[in-house]
């Protein structure tokens, strides 16, 4: 906690300019409400805030772990042949050209109004990130220990699961955490285009009826939820020794 | 006199360049090593010292040339030295016993007799109290001292060693030159040794090859 010291400071300090600013009448209340009205809308509208959240959480949380397998198979499958990785690697690029929130529409239209269609926009953001920082981090496997490994007569898949699998981790945790910080986004993209319930609808609702506070809120609440699953996975992380 | 162990006959290695030109790095070399000898090959940086090795381990092919082993022509030698590098090459994940028994994690060997060889090797050398650290607290020697004891432990009948000691200081390097000669001794290995110190080769060697 104490590394994040002077971040948590200058959160306060930007606050209170922020509250300071608009309370001196420098600008419109309605337009920009002021941190503590923000907090206030927060707790007293936490109860109807609960579902959308829990909605919003349950999409990511789905979405982020079915892009990891996802993205971990990708990268092995990317590595096992170059022939496979200069066929697969040009697409991989193509499909990130594509902007997502131009297929949400269209995923929408396929798969309802459901869970499935933000789930979907959820793996689509955080796929790349993954697959590519996986396939980066077994492809720079130090020269030596390929050639100890062939010394021993290690399989393929010997090599991969004992040696460069995990020498890869610091690779694919970065892939993760950039994921991570995506996916809380991918769901509200999700949502924005047509859903029943998420922070996405909520925030929709919010602005309205011109509730700026509880924009502001939800905003607040969708930081939160990317910061959990940032530090989840570097909680994870942190029980490899490498 | 016994038969030799080992036996490379005429090797060659030329390597292809990308605009078609070839570049000779081994060229008709020739070799026997008796059980339980101890030969250094010296010569300048470029001359194939590395090449050759990787060539009997396997993990390269030749050109030209064959490799017996044993008193056979083996063509697929891949597991059947153990080859070690200046850079002990330690899994920062794995503990020291971990380490130790990755060459028999890829032979399959079950982890319960891979570990009891490992405590018995470290025992042996005084290495015990290190088996459940991890190798970022070891000093270089010592990085060096499990990654002997792992190339052993993969294969103690003959040993490809590259310039293993290249990067230490003098003192560990003198006291690593002497522990190696007491392991090498209790273990009757044969060793190929690849150094650039001809005062390393002399004390280590029972015969010195100039590439």
């Known amino acids: 906690m104490k590394k994040y010291q002077s971040s948590f400071i200058l959160i306060i300090i930007l606050l209170l300019f922020w509250e300071i600013y608009v309370r001196a009448g420098f600008i419109n209340m309605r337009i920009l409400p002021p941190p503590s009205h923000i907090f206030e809308a927060l707790y007293s509208h936490w109860n109807s805030l609960l579902p959308h959240v829990l909605q919003t959480l349950l999409e990511t949380i789905i979405g982020f772990l079915i892009a990891t397998i996802l993205g971990f198979a990708t990268a092995i499958l990317l590595d096992i042949s170059p022939k496979i990785n200069k066929t697969i690697y040009p697409l991989l690029i193509i499909s990130q050209t594509v902007p997502i929130i131009a297929l949400a529409p269209l995923l929408l239209l396929w798969f309802g109004f459901g869970i499935l269609p933000k789930i979907i926009i959820v793996v689509l953001y955080c796929f790349f990130p993954i697959a590519i920082a996986g396939a980066g981090g077994l492809s720079q496997t130090k020269k030596q220990f390929m050639k100890l490994l062939k010394s021993m007569d290690a399989s393929y898949w010997q090599g991969l699961s004992l040696v460069r699998l995990p020498s890869s981790l610091p690779s694919f945790f970065s892939g993760l955490k950039i994921a991570a910080t995506y996916s809380v986004a991918g769901a509200i993209v999700g949502e924005f285009v047509g859903a029943y319930q998420g922070l996405g609808v909520y925030i929709q609702q919010a602005a309205n009826s011109y509730s700026i506070s509880l924009v502001f809120a939800s905003i607040f609440i969708i930081i939160i939820l990317s910061f959990i699953i940032l530090k989840t996975v570097t909680i994870v992380e942190s029980f490899y020794k490498y | ?211």
């Not at chain 2, 063509?75 to 153990?82: A, D, P, T, V």
Request: glycine share 6%.
């Open chain 2, 1 to 211: 006199m016994s038969a030799p162990k080992l036996i490379i006959k005429n090797l060659s290695k030329n390597y292809l360049l990308s605009n078609n030109k070839t570049v000779t790095a081994l060229k008709n070399f020739n070799l026997k090593v008796f059980p339980g000898e101890f030969v250094s090959i010296i010569g300048p940086s470029g001359c194939g010292k590395t090449t050759l090795f990787n060539i009997i381990a396997g993990v390269e092919e030749q050109t030209l040339g064959t490799i017996s082993l044993d008193g056979n022509i083996e063509n697929s030698r891949r597991g059947k030295f153990g080859y070690m590098f200046q850079d002990p090459l330690l899994l920062p994940w794995r503990t020291i016993k971990e380490n130790l028994i990755l060459g028999l994690d890829i032979k399959k060997v079950s982890k319960e007799i891979a570990f009891k060889k490992a405590l018995s090797l470290l025992k042996e050398f005084n290495l015990e109290k290190y088996e459940d650290q991890y190798p970022l607290v070891l000093s270089g020697g010592m990085k060096q001292k499990v990654s002997l004891l792992r190339t052993l432990l993969f294969n103690d009948s003959f040993l490809l060693l590259d310039e293993p000691f290249g990067a230490l200081d003098q003192i560990t390097r003198y006291s690593l030159q002497l522990w190696l000669k007491q392991v090498l001794k209790k273990f009757k290995t044969t060793t190929l040794f690849i150094t650039h110190d001809i005062r390393e080769a002399k004390l280590l060697s029972d015969r010195i090859i100039k590439l």
